[in-house]
């Protein structure tokens, strides 16, 4: 296997931020960092012991994919884990190994940083994209920005895509292009649907059509991009805004980024969001507890899934951690024990809903493009 060349950051040494990122990809102003790998720097074996934590050791061993997929999967990894490490060394003078820097997906894929340094206003955001055995990541530190990053190759065949990918007004954006340039900017376009839909979280889950092109400028590479259908119901506070994502051709790549800086308020997860991370969580920790029937809103955690005392402690403490704030689950656990009664998943839901502070609604979201 060759030595990677890692752009951005190796083990021991400082390589300045941004090298190798293609000149208008991503601002050099703003607290974010860009890291692009290019190829193992050793064994894959070798560098998952280097830098993977437990958990995420057991993840890649016991990962039931093509070894594409694995590999490219360390690769990210190791990208994110890098420009991570790059922001924190850089503007707070952190030190964390690489194995202290987790990246655990959310319950939508969403790639989110972990750790014991990670404090209520120190949450990086983070981007990852593979392709064809290069791996990018985008990781930014201010409170309330978005980033979203993607790369694909050029050299990959695809046929006829555009058809189910761009709605008849994108397609006849890419037919006013000259011939030679259709493929590029068809990728562009699609690269640049999947950097927005990163940043927001969810991927292309709302539907390809639902990321609709505006406009395109071929001078500067910028996409402009509004949500549709399908999206503006996950996300009706963004409705008529319009997302500026730049897009870069470099060799056989074409890279789109996009850093989004939300208003004053942070996006708060909405009931629906916390559900979503109540089952997901409740999925991982009762991974091996053999219920006859899914975990689902309605269950129950002391009668129905065996959950004890701690098991509840346990839980709610994740639930504090990851959203960074403290609730009164003491009083909630006292509560109903002295009411010996249960407690639904749809219930917790209720009550984290409820103490996570500022209201949801807030409708300023300014949507600044750095
Ligand atoms: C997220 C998504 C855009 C990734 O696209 P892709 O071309 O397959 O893969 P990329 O290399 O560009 O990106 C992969 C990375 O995206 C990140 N990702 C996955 N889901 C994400 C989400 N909801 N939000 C932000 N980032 C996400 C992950 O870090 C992933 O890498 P990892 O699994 O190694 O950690 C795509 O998988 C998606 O939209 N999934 C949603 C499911 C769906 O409905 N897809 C149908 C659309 S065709």
Same mark, same amino acid.
């Given at each position: 296997?060759?030595?990677?060349?890692?752009?951005?950051?190796?083990?021991?040494?400082?390589?300045?931020?941004?090298?190798?990122?293609?000149?208008?990809?991503?601002?050099?102003?703003?607290?974010?960092?860009?890291?692009?790998?290019?190829?193992?720097?050793?064994?894959?074996?070798?560098?998952?012991?280097?830098?993977?934590?437990?958990?995420?050791?057991?993840?890649?061993?016991?990962?039931?994919?093509?070894?594409?997929?694995?590999?490219?999967?360390?690769?990210?990894?190791?990208?994110?884990?890098?420009?991570?490490?790059?922001?924190?060394?850089?503007?707070?003078?952190?030190?964390?190994?690489?194995?202290?820097?987790?990246?655990?997906?959310?319950?939508?894929?969403?790639?989110?940083?972990?750790?014991?340094?990670?404090?209520?206003?120190?949450?990086?955001?983070?981007?990852?994209?593979?392709?064809?055995?290069?791996?990018?990541?985008?990781?930014?530190?201010?409170?309330?920005?978005?980033?979203?990053?993607?790369?694909?190759?050029?050299?990959?065949?695809?046929?006829?895509?555009?058809?189910?990918?761009?709605? #008849? !007004?994108?397609? =006849?954006?890419?037919?006013? %292009?000259?011939? &030679? @340039?259709?493929? $590029?900017?068809?990728?562009?376009?699609?690269?640049?649907?999947?950097?927005?839909?990163?940043?927001?979280?969810?991927?292309?889950?709302?539907?390809?059509?639902?990321?609709?092109?505006?406009?395109?400028?071929?001078?500067?590479?910028?996409?402009?991009?509004?949500?549709?259908?399908?999206?503006?119901?996950?996300?009706?506070?963004?409705?008529?805004?319009?997302?500026?994502?730049?897009?870069?051709?470099?060799?056989?790549?074409?890279?789109?980024?996009?850093?989004?800086?939300?208003?004053?308020?942070?996006?708060?997860?909405?009931?629906?969001?916390?559900?979503?991370?109540?089952?997901?969580?409740?999925?991982?920790?009762?991974?091996?507890?053999?219920? #006859? !029937?899914?975990? =689902?809103?309605?269950?129950? %955690?002391?009668? &129905? @899934?065996?959950? $004890?005392?701690?098991?509840?402690?346990?839980?709610?403490?994740?639930?504090?951690?990851?959203?960074?704030?403290?609730?009164?689950?003491?009083?909630?656990?006292?509560?109903?024990?002295?009411?010996?009664?249960?407690?639904?998943?749809?219930?917790?839901?209720?009550?984290?809903?409820?103490?996570?502070?500022?209201?949801?609604?807030?409708?300023?979201?300014?949507?600044?493009?750095?």
């Amino acid at each position: 296997m060759s030595v990677g060349n890692i752009v951005g950051n190796s083990p021991g040494t400082q390589a300045p931020l941004f090298e190798g990122c293609p000149p208008g990809l991503v601002p050099r102003s703003g607290r974010t960092a860009y890291c692009r790998v290019d190829a193992f720097p050793c064994e894959p074996a070798a560098l998952a012991d280097r830098i993977l934590n437990p958990l995420e050791r057991e993840h890649w061993t016991r990962m039931r994919a093509v070894d594409k997929r694995r590999q490219e999967w360390l690769l990210g990894r190791y990208a994110a884990k890098s420009a991570v490490r790059l922001l924190l060394e850089r503007d707070l003078g952190m030190q964390p190994s690489f194995p202290e820097i987790g990246i655990v997906p959310d319950p939508y894929g969403c790639p989110r940083v972990e750790g014991a340094w990670i404090a209520a206003d120190l949450q990086p955001s983070l981007s990852i994209a593979h392709s064809q055995g290069t791996a990018v990541a985008l990781a930014a530190l201010d409170p309330g920005v978005l980033v979203g990053i993607d790369l694909e190759s050029l050299n990959h065949r695809r046929e006829n895509y555009e058809a189910v990918a761009f709605s #008849p !007004d994108e397609r =006849s954006m890419l037919a006013g %292009l000259p011939y &030679e @340039l259709r493929q $590029e900017w068809a990728l562009r376009m699609w690269c640049a649907k999947e950097s927005v839909g990163k940043a927001l979280g969810r991927g292309l889950s709302a539907g390809l059509l639902a990321f609709h092109i505006t406009g395109i400028e071929s001078a500067s590479g910028k996409v402009e991009l509004e949500l549709r259908e399908g999206a503006i119901e996950q996300f009706p506070r963004l409705r008529g805004k319009s997302f500026t994502i730049s897009t870069v051709r470099e060799s056989s790549f074409v890279f789109s980024a996009m850093i989004y800086q939300q208003g004053v308020a942070r996006m708060r997860p909405s009931r629906q969001e916390i559900l979503d991370y109540l089952l997901h969580k409740m999925g991982e920790l009762t991974q091996d507890w053999d219920y #006859p !029937d899914p975990v =689902s809103a309605e269950s129950r %955690l002391f009668t &129905e @899934l065996g959950f $004890e005392s701690l098991d509840a402690v346990v839980l709610c403490t994740a639930i504090q951690e990851h959203y960074h704030t403290a609730m009164p689950f003491a009083e909630l656990l006292a509560e109903i024990g002295q009411q010996q009664r249960d407690l639904s998943i749809n219930e917790l839901a209720d009550f984290v809903d409820t103490h996570l502070g500022a209201p949801a609604g807030v409708d300023s979201v300014s949507g600044r493009i750095q």
